[in-house]
């Protein structure tokens, strides 16, 4: 299908992306986050990489093709997944193909024999089904549960992408991830709205930096929905987080906000924030900043 969409270029991308992820490794007083784009994120930390959420094909795009809710691509992809040999440990928050992509986690999974994937126990059958893979590979965490993989102890928290779904057993079928690691705290939501208990949970945590959502949630748009960019501001104020970065935007047409919201938000709330460009590294440097 044709489109008019203007493509953006990723601030940094393929040969200079990795470039600048192998130059972070120098500075091990620091940890470093990058946007890989929608909600995906690398978080490096002396020398070990943690990747939440990795969507980086263009599987949804081919799925969606010739049909009645195309997904273009508004953002070029950061970099190929099996060019990525430097990971140990990637999560996936749900089963949505833009969180558990086959064609980006097969490839990594190829890339790094070791790599350990944290995923909600309660999706396990469905990730073995879509990864094709051995059912004992994937750590499975519900709500209130921990894993430590490679110097990263990963928290499970309950996420409701509209709702808290439970399965059978009362596990939850949505998480957001809180990884600690030396003293420090960064809270990846998930896809995710609001709901009661939501920042009695975060609170246990002295959050570094929140990775949110700020997409919304419009009947329209015929999926899921997540945090407005002004919710995702308080929510960041209200848990404490000292930064708050957006995402889950800028990568499909049919289902994308701009940060403005967001940014006008965390200025009236005197919320420290970052918008970051796909392929954009923010360093914990900045903590000692405000926005």
């Known amino acids: 299908m044709k489109t008019d969409i203007l493509v953006i270029k990723p601030w940094l991308q393929d040969e200079a992306f990795l470039a600048d992820v192998a130059d972070a490794r120098k500075d091990w007083e620091q940890f470093h986050l990058w946007w890989v784009g929608q909600s995906g994120f690398l978080l490096q930390?002396?020398?070990?990489?943690?990747?939440?959420?990795?969507?980086?094909?263009?599987?949804?795009?081919?799925?969606?093709?010739?049909?009645?809710?195309?997904h273009a691509r508004m953002t070029e992809c950061v970099v190929a997944p099996e060019r990525l040999k430097v990971i140990d440990v990637v999560t996936s928050s749900h089963n949505h193909t833009d969180h558990l992509d086959a064609e980006t986690l097969v490839p990594l999974l190829r890339g790094n024999p070791n790599l350990e994937l944290v995923i909600p126990e309660a999706n396990r059958e469905f990730v073995v089904d879509r990864l094709q893979v051995p059912a004992e590979l994937p750590r499975g965490l519900d709500a209130g549960q921990f894993t430590t993989v490679a110097g990263f102890k990963i928290h499970a928290v309950p996420a409701a992408h509209e709702?808290?779904?439970?399965?059978?057993?009362?596990?939850?079928?949505?998480?957001?991830?809180?990884?600690?690691?030396?003293?420090?705290?960064?809270?990846?939501?998930?896809?995710?709205?609001?709901?009661?208990?939501?920042?009695?949970?975060?609170?246990?945590?002295?959050?570094?930096v929140a990775l949110l959502p700020i997409n919304g949630r419009a009947p329209e748009r015929r999926v899921a929905g997540n945090l407005?960019?002004?919710?995702?501001?308080?929510?960041?104020?209200?848990?404490?987080?000292?930064?708050?970065?957006?995402?889950?935007?800028?990568m499909f047409e049919f289902n994308t906000v701009t940060p403005n919201e967001f940014v006008a938000g965390c200025r009236h709330l005197n919320q420290p924030h970052c918008v970051l460009r796909a392929g954009e590294r923010w360093s914990s440097a900045g903590l000692a900043h405000g926005s």
């Open 45 to 70: 930390w002396r020398g070990r990489h943690l990747l939440f959420d990795p969507y980086l094909s263009d599987s949804l795009t081919k799925k969606y093709a010739n049909t009645d809710k195309p």
């Open 228 to 250: 407005w960019g002004r919710e995702a501001a308080q929510l960041a104020r209200d848990i404490g987080a000292r930064w708050a970065i957006p995402c889950h935007y800028e």
């Open 163 to 208: 709702e808290l779904e439970k399965d059978a057993t009362g596990r939850h079928k949505f998480l957001g991830y809180v990884v600690e690691f030396d003293g420090r705290f960064v809270y990846h939501s998930g896809d995710t709205v609001l709901y009661g208990a939501m920042a009695d949970w975060l609170r246990r945590w002295p959050i570094d």
